[in-house]
């Protein structure tokens, strides 16, 4: 079992950053590929970003290329998800997930095998 911990969200005015942590405990949080997905009322649950196990491969949503960078630290079981040039539409609930076994990336919500309860993202225009 892996528990996970999001925090780090925020209100933030657009055109603005926030830095979303996710703290791992449990089994050996170096084994798996962590995730960052977000979601909003009424609609499915996104894929925003993954890194691998060892930090060297990362793959983002098209749409959020250039402005997301997830990175980790392993020695603190720790994801994050650096936010910059923030937008109104970018408001939401996010989430990190680590992933079971299997091809990278993963971007769907059934490879992932553990959740965080969510932090809440709200960007004003």
């Known amino acids: 079992q892996v528990q996970l911990v999001e925090s780090g969200g925020g209100l933030v005015q657009a055109g603005g950053s926030l830095r979303l942590s996710c703290a791992a405990s449990?089994?050996?949080?170096?084994?798996?590929?962590m995730g960052w997905f977000r979601q909003v009322p009424g609609k499915e649950r996104e894929f925003v970003a993954v890194?691998?196990?060892?930090?060297?491969?990362?793959y983002y949503a098209d749409s959020l290329k250039g402005r997301f960078t997830i990175s980790r630290d392993n020695a603190k079981n720790t994801v994050y998800l650096q936010m910059n040039s923030l937008k109104p539409e970018d408001t939401a609930v996010y989430y990190c997930?680590?992933?079971?076994?299997?091809?990278?990336?993963?971007?769907?919500?059934?490879?992932?095998?553990?959740w965080g309860q969510g932090t809440q993202v709200t960007v004003s225009s």
């Open positions: 449990g089994r050996t949080f170096s084994r798996f590929a």
């Open positions: 997930a680590a992933a079971g076994t299997g091809k990278f990336p993963p971007q769907k919500r059934f490879e992932y095998e553990f």
């Open positions: 890194i691998s196990w060892s930090g060297d491969s990362t």
